[in-house]
């Protein structure tokens, strides 16, 4: 899908938003996931919005995206200029402090399509069961249009944050009120975004929160790269946007059983993070 946000304020040319849907199929109760017919029987359906990590292909996390979409969501993944390895011109992570008002727009034009007739997502959107998620920069991204001043979407109704960080470049100043429900996902042994940044942002938040430790796990493989660490990652997201956005109240009881698993994963929903001392690079001080 072609998204192209007019010049304004924030940037000063329009802004192209290359934007990846992925969507229940017509034999996703079959378990064949998504097809290119919509299932419009089971619709609307909640709306996540995914945001990638800097120097990184949305088609890196197709498999996390497409579990989302085979469990009862419509998904949609912008790519944000200066962002993607293969895009056109330079990779540069500078750019982010746009990505929060890209964000916003993307989630304005996928309403506004939902709405018309005859577009392929016509029908399938729910309006106001909104989530956000995404990893590392994506995260941060993530994070600032749920509790940054300077970028809050009220639309958002709850973000699972992979390896993010709160980022004092936004301006603003983090405001965590209006309890927006939080999973917060982190590997213990990330050395590009610490454990000491999901930390701070889980502290911070209000008493609808989750947090996911990953045991031994790094930066981008818990997200994108198939396996044991990503099928944890894709079972407790959905479990929580299950339980925030699509009502399913015991799937927030089953997440706590697919957050703990032997050796693996620990989740807690305690008020503070497990102890995870260090700054955290870039964040407000």
């Known amino acids: 899908m072609s998204i192209v946000e007019p010049g304004g304020a924030d940037a000063t040319a329009e802004r192209s ?6 969507y229940p199929g017509q034999d996703a109760a079959a378990g064949k996931g998504t097809s290119l017919q919509p299932d419009k029987i089971h619709a609307p359906y909640p709306l996540l919005v995914f945001s990638e990590g800097y120097n990184i292909s949305i088609r890196a996390y197709t498999t996390l995206l497409s579990d989302w979409a085979s469990a009862g969501f419509v998904v949609v993944a912008p790519t944000y200029p200066h962002t993607d390895p293969a895009g056109p011109g330079v990779v540069d992570e500078n750019d982010i402090i746009y990505h929060p008002a890209d964000l916003r727009y993307v989630i304005t034009t996928i309403l506004d399509d ?24 994506g995260a941060d991204v993530s994070l600032a249009v749920v509790a940054d001043t300077c970028c ?6 709850a973000a699972a944050i992979l390896s993010g960080a709160e980022l004092a470049s936004f301006g603003g100043h983090y405001a965590f009120s209006d309890g927006v429900p939080l999973l917060v996902v982190q590997g213990n042994a990330d050395t590009v975004n610490p454990p000491a940044c999901s930390a701070q942002i889980y502290d911070a938040s209000g008493p609808d929160k989750y947090y996911l430790d990953l045991l031994g796990a790094a930066h981008e493989p818990p997200y994108a790269d198939p396996g ?3 099928q944890i990652v894709a079972r407790v997201t959905t479990d929580f946007f299950d339980g925030e956005l699509s009502g399913q ?3 927030l009881a089953v997440l ?30």
């Not at 938003?17 to 992925?22: H, I």
């Not at 809050?152 to 109704?157: A, M, Y």
Request: proline share 10%.
């Open 228 to 230: 044991p660490d990503q």
């Open 256 to 285: 706590t059983t697919d957050g703990n698993v032997g050796g693996q994963s620990s989740l807690t929903a305690t008020a503070v993070a497990p102890q995870m001392g260090g700054p955290c690079p870039g964040a407000p001080g």
């Open 114 to 137: 939902a709405r018309a007739s005859g577009s392929i997502l016509s029908g399938l959107v729910d309006a106001n069961e909104i989530g956000v998620v995404g990893h590392s920069d």
């Open 152 to 157: 809050q979407d009220p639309r958002v109704k």
């Open 17 to 22: 938003l290359p934007t990846a849907l992925f």
């Open 249 to 251: 109240t015991a799937a």
